[in-house]
């Protein structure tokens, strides 16, 4: 009905204590060490982005659906994509039991939400939002990580090129020393009287 507002607000609802609960358990569980690695603000910017994101693709793929899309999850599973890329290897133990390489788990479940949007399943889980969610994670972070990288890129490229000026005007202020040399040698040899046009300006420039 337009009220925009809702791909904002809808995460905040949710249909049950244990729905939210296990939400803000995954959220405190994966969410906190990219906190600490990213700080709050950028931390809560993804977080946002991923949910608004995963409501947006939930409305785009989903638009003639009567169902309400409530819930963190969309925004949970681009937390999930975020750990998975930042540590890879992390083992998480699943049902406390057993350990599974992060970047796997995640792929898996990529691949499980994938498939369920396909079956287009009537089993009350935003399948659309979890997969919306990953999606945007995923190309935010690549693209950060790019930009990142060009930055980083143009700021070695600026360093170098201040070495190269520093050294090419070292090398000058040398090879003028030289000539500098030479030419005091010629004085005390013939005379100040004696020397060239070229060599007085020389002097002048190296004074």
Same mark, same amino acid.
């Given at each position: 009905?337009? +009220?925009?507002?809702? *791909?904002?607000?809808?995460? =905040? &609802? ?6 939210? $609960?296990?939400?803000? %358990? ?60 930042? +540590?890879?290897?992390? *083992?998480?133990?699943?049902? =406390? &039991? ?6 796997? $788990?995640?792929?898996? %479940? ?98």
């Amino acid at each position: 009905k337009g +009220f925009l507002w809702q *791909l904002f607000t809808y995460m =905040f &609802l949710h249909g049950g204590i244990f729905h939210i $609960l296990f939400n803000m %358990f995954i959220l405190w569980m994966f969410g906190s060490e990219i906190e600490r690695a990213w700080g709050s603000k950028k931390f809560l910017k993804y977080y946002f982005l991923c949910g608004i994101g995963a409501g947006i693709f939930t409305l785009i793929l989903s638009w003639n659906s009567i169902l309400p899309n409530i819930g963190a999850s969309g925004a949970l599973y681009g937390i999930l994509v975020a750990y998975a890329m930042m +540590f890879p290897d992390r *083992l998480i133990y699943v049902y =406390f &039991l057993f350990p599974v390489k992060a970047k796997y $788990l995640v792929i898996f %479940f990529a691949v499980l939400e994938f498939l369920a949007s396909l079956r287009h399943t009537s089993d009350g889980i935003g399948h659309f939002a979890h997969l919306g969610g990953m999606v945007i994670g995923y190309l935010y972070i690549k693209l950060d990580w790019r930009v990142n990288k060009v930055f980083n890129f143009l700021k070695e490229y600026r360093y170098k090129r201040m070495v190269r000026q520093s050294e090419k005007k070292r090398r000058e202020k040398e090879k003028l020393m030289e000539e500098v040399d030479r030419i005091l040698d010629k004085i005390n040899q013939v005379g100040m009287e004696n020397l060239s046009k070229e060599e007085k300006k020389i002097l002048e420039q190296a004074s």
